[in-house]
Each structure stands twice: as C-alpha cells, then as structure tokens.
C-alpha cells in the first residue's frame, strides 16, 4: 500500500475510539501526524515475512521493517568467496519450508521460488569407505540397513505417509488440543526419549545408528538428552515424506518469493532500518517482533513489568556454529559414491563419534572431531557456480559464543571421507559466531535456532503461555523462531502470532 493511503487510513482511525489503544504504545510518546499502518513487523526472516503476509491477505495495512540492507534474515544468499559463486549464509536444504503448512497453502511459485530434489536427500560416509543413506523411499533406505531395516520402516513408514497431520500438530504450541491425539501420542513416545536410548534399543548395526545420530544431531543437544530423538525422527519423515530440497538460485529466493507476494498483496518492505528502541516504531495496531528475547527486552527496556522482564530473561540460547563457504574447482572427491548423489551429507564417522562431538560442544568444548553438516547445492542447481565449478556449504557446532577457528578442523573431517578435498579448494569464507550475529542480530552467540531446544524451552518458548506469542503489552506480538514452533524455515511462528494479532486485535 502507497505512503499516502496508509497516511488516509491512519488519520480514518485516529478519529475512532479503537485507534486509541494501538500497538500498546499508548504508553509512550508519539508523534500524532506520524504515518500509521494496522500492523507493523520487525524483522523481515521467514518468520516476519511469514507474519507480514498472513496479515496482508486479511487486506490490513502492512510494514516490514528490516534492520540490513537486503530481506531474508536467516533466507540469505551471497557471492562472499569469488565472482559467479552464489552462497547461502544460513540455511540451505529446507525440508520444513516445503512441509510448512503455510508456505504449501501460498503461491510462492508464481513468484520465481523453484524447489530442486537432489537424488538423494541425505548420505552419512562411515569410516569403512561405505555410507548410510535416506533415500526417498522409507522400503530402500530400510532395505539398505541390513539387520535394522525392519525397526527402521516400523520407526518410519507410518510417519512418513501422515506427514501433513503430524506436521500440524508438531509446527505449533505443544500446550494444544490435537486433531490426531492417536498420531502425536504415537510420535511423542519415541520423540519424547533421548537419541541415543532409542538408537541403542531400536539398531544393532552402524549404518542405521549413525544415520539416526546424524539426523538427531540437527537438535543442538547431547544425544543423551530428552526429546533430542524427536529432532531425528522430524528430520528423518521429511525425508521420506516431503524431501530435502533445495531452492534454484540459493534461499535468497525463498525471502524474495515472500517479500514479492506480500507487495502484490499490498504490504510494503523498508531495509536498513534497525528498531533500537520503542519509541522509533510507526504508529500501528499491532506490532509483530521477529526478533529473539533479549533483543526485545532492549527494546522495550525498562517500559516492561518487572515480572514479565524476569521471565524472559530466563529464556536460554543454545550453542552457536561455525560456518565455512567454499569455492571448489571439482565436485567433493567422496569416498563413497553415494555421497555424491546427495543434497547434504553428514561429516563425523560412526554414532559415537557424533554423539561426543556433541556432547564436547554442551559441555563448552570445541570438539577435536567435530559433526559436520555439509550441502552441495552446485551439484543439483547449476546457477549456484560458474560452469563445471562448484560451492560448499557447511557448518560444525561449538559452544555458545566461541571464537575459536574452527576451519582446520572441519577441513580435516571432509579430507578423512573425501581425500584429495583441499586440492579441489579455490576460496573459502569462514564464520566464527560473532560474524554469525554481526550478518544477522537474531543469531545471539552463533545460536542458529532463537534459543535452546530442549524438553523446557520446548514447552515454554520464549515464557510457559496459551499464547506465547502474546506479549505483556497489549498488541505488541512475539513471532521469531524463539517461539513455538521453533527453529528451522517454515514461517510458522510467524503464522501462529499472525493468527494471535489477528483474533486480539482485528477481531477476525
Ligand atoms: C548457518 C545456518 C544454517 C541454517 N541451516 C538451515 C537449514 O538448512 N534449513 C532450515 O530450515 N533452517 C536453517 N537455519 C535456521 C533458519 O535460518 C532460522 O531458523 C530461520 O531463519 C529463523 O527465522 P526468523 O524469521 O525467526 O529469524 P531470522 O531469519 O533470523 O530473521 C530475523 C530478521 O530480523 C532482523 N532484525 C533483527 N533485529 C532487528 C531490529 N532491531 N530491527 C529491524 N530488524 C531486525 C534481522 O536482520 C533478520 O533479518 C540455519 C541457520 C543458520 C544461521
């Protein structure tokens, strides 16, 4: 919507009792002849984008505002190693994104977003020179795991096919009344157990292990931790059920088909405006944050009641990541051809060694061997580097705000499955968590999910609420991945506090 209809709209409603109370910031001082919209959004992620269009299609004025130059948050991408090589900052493979019930409902093709399908969408090299793999198909990858095959397609193949209403109970609130309680009753008994008690009761050889521990490892949390086998179980059924794919022309791509979507529906975007402070916000009804806590409650600082400040300030971040892009002049010389097939491929051994890689990083440690998760997207999608040149992507995690150069380490994992990889090498970008937050406020210490995912942080995301998306402040909403559903690209906090905003405020 054009400045000038906005600017009609806001002097309508300051005329009518309801524009009185807007985004609870009666509170504070405002400009009257200031511009106005029904809903300002702060922070243009997924999450934000998410929100901004949920609210535009219910015809109400909208404003997103972006702290850097350019949209996408997390949904990045960037020539940051040579010319012609197009890397993706944060994410790269979005299983969630084509599985998010939202996404699916929008046209977000018809706004230039091509999902790829890599042949496989997952291998898991093991030390042997073989790989585990995640086919498509839950029969092939089960009948690939020998003495395991049958505890994986009981693990897996009722999943697998129900992954739209399973996806509809999990990518909300966990406090709610479901629609399938057989469905989620039977998923939470084996989401609810740590990885490494359900590998160790349901697998007996290492290939299956060690896919499971991979898949389990997205989670950020020790393998013996509660609910970090919930994480594997999601990842694994995406694969099988929606797959593992990858947007053409980078995640970028993802941002710009929502951005493009939310201006045909009317709603305007500014980038290079960083909200620091309350009082910089438009005047509007509804304030959406996609922004994690503690940049909140900066924000808002001492306007907040002292109760609802302690609360939030309780809310934990999990470990950070180091990141490294690579510019390569061949394909990753995999030991196993399988791994040349996949989208991602997970970089660490055998189920033991993630697991103490992982257990290293919760207990402050860089881990010697470090989980590397790797994706090839140049392989799949031939825009992403010039011809017969390609790109690289991958992160390991550490501990919560560590500096420590992780590249060696990392580079010394791919050789011990991939020799002859530094050969292939032109350029490499590294990220340490601190370049992690300066690319992108919401990363708080290299925390790529908006705050721990354990059994707690689960339940009570950012604080324990019906509608934790709701704020102390009256039209002022939380809708970044440090609410329910979490972190990942699927938009969905961002539809939840949208539906919030929406019934509180707009009365739909
Ligand atoms: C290295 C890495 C790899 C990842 N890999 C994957 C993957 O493969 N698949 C997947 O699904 N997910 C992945 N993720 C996670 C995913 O990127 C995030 O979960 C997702 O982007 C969260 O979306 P969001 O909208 O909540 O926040 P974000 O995407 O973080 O967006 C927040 C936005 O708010 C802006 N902002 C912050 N503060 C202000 C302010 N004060 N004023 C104005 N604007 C502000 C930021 O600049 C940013 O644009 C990865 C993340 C990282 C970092």
Not at 246 to 271: F, H, V, W, Y
Not at 383 to 403: E, F, I
């Amino acid at each position: 919507m054009p400045f000038s209809r906005a600017f009609k709209i806001a002097e309508e409603r300051s005329r009518t009792k309801n524009f009185v109370t807007p985004n609870g910031l009666a509170i504070f001082k405002r400009v009257p002849s200031q511009l106005s919209y029904d809903a300002v959004i702060v922070g243009s992620g997924p999450n934000g984008l998410a929100a901004a269009v949920r609210l535009a299609q219910e015809k109400l004025s909208v404003l997103v505002l972006e702290a850097e130059k350019t949209i996408g948050g997390g949904v990045r991408s960037m020539e940051i190693t040579l010319p012609g090589f197009t890397h993706d900052i944060c994410s790269a493979i979005h299983p969630l994104g084509l599985g998010s019930p939202f996404f699916s409902r929008l046209p977000l093709e018809k706004h230039g977003l091509r999902w790829i399908q890599p042949d496989l969408p997952l291998a898991h090299p093991l030390p042997d020179g073989t790989a585990a793999v995640l086919s498509r198909s839950v029969d092939d990858t089960a009948a690939a795991l020998g003495k395991d095959a049958n505890a994986y397609r009981r693990l897996f193949a009722t999943f697998s096919t129900r992954w739209d209403d399973l996806a509809r109970e999990i990518l909300q609130p966990v406090i709610h009344w479901p629609r399938h309680p057989w469905l989620l009753t039977s998923f939470g008994i084996n989401g609810i157990r740590s990885a490494s008690g359900l590998i160790k009761s349901q697998f007996s050889e290492e290939p299956a292990r060690a896919l499971f521990a991979g898949l389990a490892a997205h989670s950020f949390l020790p393998l013996e931790q509660k609910v970090s086998a919930a994480f594997g179980l999601v990842l694994g059924m995406l694969g099988h059920g929606v797959g593992w794919p990858l947007p053409k022309g980078g995640s970028q791509r993802i941002a710009d088909a929502l951005g493009s979507l939310l201006r045909s529906l009317g709603g305007e975007i500014k980038t290079g405006v960083r909200i620091a402070n309350a009082e910089e916000l438009p005047l509007a009804r509804a304030t959406l944050f996609d922004v994690t806590p503690c940049q909140w409650l900066r924000i808002f600082g001492d306007r907040l009641p002292v109760s609802y400040r302690r609360r939030l300030q309780k809310f934990r971040y999990g470990p950070g990541v180091f990141k490294i892009d690579y510019a390569l002049s061949a394909p990753v010389p995999w030991r196993a051809a399988a791994c040349a097939r996949a989208g991602t491929v997970h970089v660490c051994g055998t189920w033991e060694e993630v697991a103490f890689s992982e257990s290293e990083v919760s207990q402050g440690r860089a881990p010697e061997r470090p989980f590397v998760l790797i994706a090839q997207p140049s392989l799949f999608d031939s825009t992403r580097a010039p011809t017969s040149k390609h790109t690289l992507w991958a992160y390991c995690h550490v501990p919560h705000g560590s500096t420590f150069d992780m590249s060696e380490r990392i580079e010394t994992q791919i050789e011990r499955f991939a020799p002859g990889f530094r050969d292939c090498v032109l350029a490499r970008h590294c990220m340490n968590t601190a370049h992690m937050e300066q690319h992108n406020a919401n990363l708080v210490g290299g925390d790529i999910n908006g705050g721990l995912g354990d059994l707690r942080q689960l339940v009570a995301r950012p604080v324990l609420s019906r509608n934790p998306y709701r704020t102390c402040l009256p039209g002022i909403y939380l809708c970044s991945s440090s609410t329910p559903p979490g972190g990942g690209v699927h938009g969905m906090c961002g539809f939840h506090a949208a539906q919030s905003a929406l019934r509180d405020v707009f009365r739909r």
